[in-house]
């Protein structure tokens, strides 16, 4: 199960260097929070359908995109507030954890069986995909793994309920959850179902790879040809809607994403100058040579410029209980994802586990 850990991950990423595009304040949001937490006493209306701001924004959706204003202002009519949502993004921001607190429930035994059983249950689909748009099988089901455990944990809030909470009584980020609000509208309407009908996460992300609503419009794929995309039961869909984002991101096929690295010891204090918050900048791999990194393996290089170093906590030893990768594009690819070190690292972790895996079981 997702950890309070990987919240506070999250939302310490939403005020970092480097903040998260919310498609993935999502993806390990999922599912920790109590659902049945009772709101304050001073909470926001059970309905919004009187609500000034709602009814504008209704009559927007009418006016610029066709929808029928009676039928959008009974379905806020059912809407309700989940005090839960605005409580667990008001939580006092922690530091983030270590690689080594992060990973350990992420790359489990259970986690790594059930990638390898994914894969054999859906091995066509994935190979399909493969080699449409260049992304291996492994990386998909990381994600797929990460972020819902294979589909088990898809979400079980309401998603208008999640997305009008957001929109219209949580001021922080209230404008780029209206954004997403009207995308679901969107959605809900080109999928032919009620707005009332779908549940994801606490945050209002959407299926097996938890898509946010306009992520959903963008990305996702009809790959079985069905006419829709549908990202909760079709392992076709899934599968292409997950490699066509990264593709989108600029994926490149038969590239890996991290490879090991040393650095000098003459060098070392100097190069672990450049890592902010366990990640660099990214420069030109002729400069990190010239810093005294190096790929452990010479026969992996040249890459593609420019790249990045990561460092991963392996144990509570700070700089010397840590492991050395050089970052290569893919791995910046898969934090668009999620914009963390710690999810792109666990993502590739977890690939080569379950490929690795796969392989002795075949064996």
Same mark, same amino acid.
């Given at each position: 199960?997702i950890t309070?850990?990987?919240?506070?991950i999250?939302?310490w990423?939403?005020v970092?260097?480097r903040?998260?595009?919310?498609i993935t304040?999502v993806s390990?949001f999922l599912?920790?929070?109590?659902i049945?937490?009772?709101p304050?006493?001073?909470a926001?209306?059970?309905?919004?359908?009187?609500?000034?701001?709602?009814?504008?924004?209704v009559?927007?959706?009418?006016a610029e995109?066709?929808?029928?204003?009676?039928?959008?202002?009974?379905?806020?009519?059912?809407?309700r507030?989940?005090?839960?949502?605005?409580?667990?993004?008001d939580r006092p921001?922690?530091d983030?954890?270590?690689?080594?607190?992060?990973?350990?429930?992420?790359?489990?035994?259970?986690r790594?069986?059930g990638?390898v059983a994914?894969w054999n249950?859906?091995?066509?689909e994935l190979?399909?995909?493969?080699d449409?748009y260049?992304?291996?099988?492994?990386?998909i089901?990381?994600i797929l793994g990460?972020?819902?455990?294979?589909g088990?944990?898809?979400?079980?809030v309401?998603?208008l309920?999640a997305?009008?909470?957001?929109?219209?009584?949580y001021?922080?980020?209230?404008a780029?959850?209206?954004?997403?609000?009207?995308?679901?509208?969107?959605l809900?309407?080109?999928?032919g179902?009620s707005?009332?009908?779908p549940?994801?996460s %606490?945050?209002?992300a959407?299926?097996?790879?938890?898509f946010?609503?306009?992520?959903?419009?963008s990305?996702a794929?009809d790959a079985?040809?069905?006419?829709?995309a549908?990202l909760?039961?079709s392992?076709a869909?899934?599968a292409?809607?997950?490699?066509n984002?990264?593709v989108r991101h600029?994926?490149?096929?038969?590239?890996?994403a991290?490879v090991p690295?040393?650095i000098?010891?003459?060098?070392?204090d100097?190069v672990?100058?450049?890592l902010?918050?366990?990640l660099?900048?990214?420069?030109s %791999?002729?400069a990190?040579?010239?810093?005294?990194?190096s790929p452990?393996?010479a026969?992996s290089?040249?890459?593609?410029?420019?790249?990045?170093l990561?460092?991963?906590e392996?144990s509570?030893?700070?700089f010397?209980?840590?492991?050395?990768?050089i970052?290569l594009?893919n791995?910046?690819v898969?934090?668009r994802?999620?914009r963390?070190?710690?999810?792109?690292?666990?993502?590739?972790?977890?690939?080569?586990?379950?490929?690795a895996?796969?392989?002795?079981?075949?064996?």
């Amino acid at each position: 199960m997702i950890t309070s850990a990987h919240i506070q991950i999250l939302r310490w990423q939403s005020v970092s260097r480097r903040s998260a595009s919310l498609i993935t304040i999502v993806s390990l949001f999922l599912l920790a929070l109590p659902i049945a937490a009772r709101p304050p006493a001073d909470a926001a209306p059970a309905g919004y359908s009187k609500r000034p701001e709602v009814r504008a924004f209704v009559g927007e959706m009418a006016a610029e995109h066709g929808f029928d204003r009676k039928a959008l202002l009974r379905a806020f009519g059912e809407a309700r507030y989940r005090g839960e949502i605005v409580a667990a993004m008001d939580r006092p921001l922690r530091d983030p954890p270590k690689w080594y607190e992060y990973a350990r429930p992420l790359l489990s035994t259970a986690r790594v069986d059930g990638g390898v059983a994914y894969w054999n249950a859906h091995a066509e689909e994935l190979a399909r995909t493969e080699d449409r748009y260049g992304v291996p099988p492994e990386i998909i089901v990381a994600i797929l793994g990460i972020e819902t455990i294979y589909g088990q944990n898809t979400g079980k809030v309401r998603t208008l309920d999640a997305l009008a909470t957001l929109a219209f009584d949580y001021p922080r980020r209230s404008a780029f959850f209206r954004g997403e609000l009207k995308q679901f509208l969107l959605l809900s309407r080109e999928l032919g179902v009620s707005p009332l009908a779908p549940k994801g996460s %606490f945050a209002g992300a959407l299926g097996v790879p938890q898509f946010m609503p306009g992520s959903y419009r963008s990305y996702a794929v009809d790959a079985d040809g069905t006419g829709r995309a549908d990202l909760w039961n079709s392992a076709a869909d899934i599968a292409g809607s997950v490699a066509n984002y990264l593709v989108r991101h600029d994926w490149q096929r038969g590239a890996p994403a991290l490879v090991p690295a040393s650095i000098a010891d003459s060098a070392r204090d100097q190069v672990l100058r450049k890592l902010d918050g366990g990640l660099s900048e990214r420069r030109s %791999f002729d400069a990190w040579l010239a810093d005294g990194v190096s790929p452990v393996d010479a026969s992996s290089a040249p890459f593609s410029d420019p790249v990045g170093l990561l460092m991963l906590e392996e144990s509570n030893d700070g700089f010397d209980g840590a492991s050395y990768w050089i970052a290569l594009n893919n791995f910046y690819v898969i934090t668009r994802y999620n914009r963390s070190r710690l999810y792109a690292a666990a993502v590739c972790e977890l690939a080569k586990a379950i490929r690795a895996a796969r392989g002795a079981t075949a064996r």
